[in-house]
């Protein structure tokens, strides 16, 4: 039986590359592994080409590798190309894959010369792009449009499970500016929650789907995090990249205004990790929030590169890596997400799922850091994002949503520069003393 191939909404990214660039440009989709990439890539292609050629440089011929080493002959290049693949390929109407290019970085430079002949077009994935050793040798492309592939969002998800009606629903609250009351808003929390055991990762979904079983699906969950894993080794042979991953549910649990290295390992330098992060940014299986020094729209502008949280690219696997080293039945995030018990000193994990909605939508996470005048008391507003010149603060809330003691000592603050005020939490939506207080499910449709 075939896989399923979920609606994505980056198709249509893929097809206005298509409409206005892709005689240019090369598509360059870039992600995590598992995200999704080759699959939509390929379902593309199928149905907006007349034919298309799919090289895996995961798992191609030797013939295949060997027709890279001269591509100055670019007739005989797709002559030979056509008979190995056994596929034709039509002038304009064709596209050519190039799966996990990250893996044969001859590939990847020939793109130039392909794109300037323009005879077919061209769609990259890979992942890992930048770890030093696959680009060293190369004259990396400039005929690349890069696009980012991000785990499946909440609405994504609900298109999977055949829900057509929650997100409109959803939408239709946000727009009105009115509270969900009480069952429609229980409904959605648990169907939200539901996204959150699972995650965003298209394997991960398609077995809850099919077996309908949360034991099977954090097993496939492990599986994905096992092969990050070993992505990491080939970015650092030390293991620390895989430490620093490992480490990212206890640094939130510890509820620290930044990463603490130590518990990755004690005594690494700050140095040595700042060397990995950009790798393990590249390979989207992290998303970083860097601590805002100057809380304006210029943020990346002031940030402090040196003090940042790290948060899971997925919730779904920052559940599973949560409670790696524990067997299924000791997470005790899934029963107490089922029977909407979450304690509050789990509320880390909505933390990482709001972080996973902002970067899906195009933000840059910040956060802010503030001392209390009067006491050693840290204040901390959890994200800031941008409106045209205003900045809007949110604070998540998994338990009592009623006092939030820094959003109010921060807007008083810098209250000259407030667009909205948030407090992302559980309950149903409400606005009250200049404050909208939005239940978790509606971040994603802001």
Known sequence: MDKPVFKRKIYDEIYEWKENRSDKYALLIKGARRVGKSTIAEEFAKKEFKSYILIDFAHTSKAIIDLFDDTYDLDFFFLQLQQLMGIRLYEKESVIIFDEVQLFPKARQAIKYLVADGRYKYIETGSLLSIKKNTKDILIPSEEHKISMFPMDFEEFLWAIGDEVSAETIRHLIKNKKPAGNAMHRNLMRIFRLYMLVGGMPQAIETYIEKNNLQLVDETKREIVDLYEEDFVKIDGTGLAGDIYDAIPANLSGNASRYILSSAREGVRSEKVRELIPDMLSSYTVNIAYHANNPDVGMALEKDAGRYKLFNSDVGLFITLAFKDKKY??????????????????????????????????????????????????????????????????????????????????????????????????????????????????????
């Open 329 to 446: 039945t000791e997470n005790i995030i899934y029963n107490k997400l089922l029977s909407d018990k979450l304690d509050v000193n789990l509320g880390y994990v909505y933390e990482n799922v709001v972080a996973q909605m902002l970067i899906a939508k195009g933000n840059n996470l910040f956060y802010y850091t503030m001392e209390s005048k009067t006491s050693n008391h840290l204040y901390e507003i959890d994200f800031l994002t941008s409106v045209k010149d205003k900045i809007c603060p949110l604070e998540v809330k998994s338990g009592n949503y009623r006092t939030h003691k820094s959003l109010d000592v921060f807007c008083n603050k810098f209250s000259n520069r407030i667009c909205n005020k948030y407090v992302v939490h559980t309950k149903d939506y409400k606005w009250e003393n200049g404050i909208y207080y939005i239940p978790v499910y509606m971040v994603p449709f802001l």
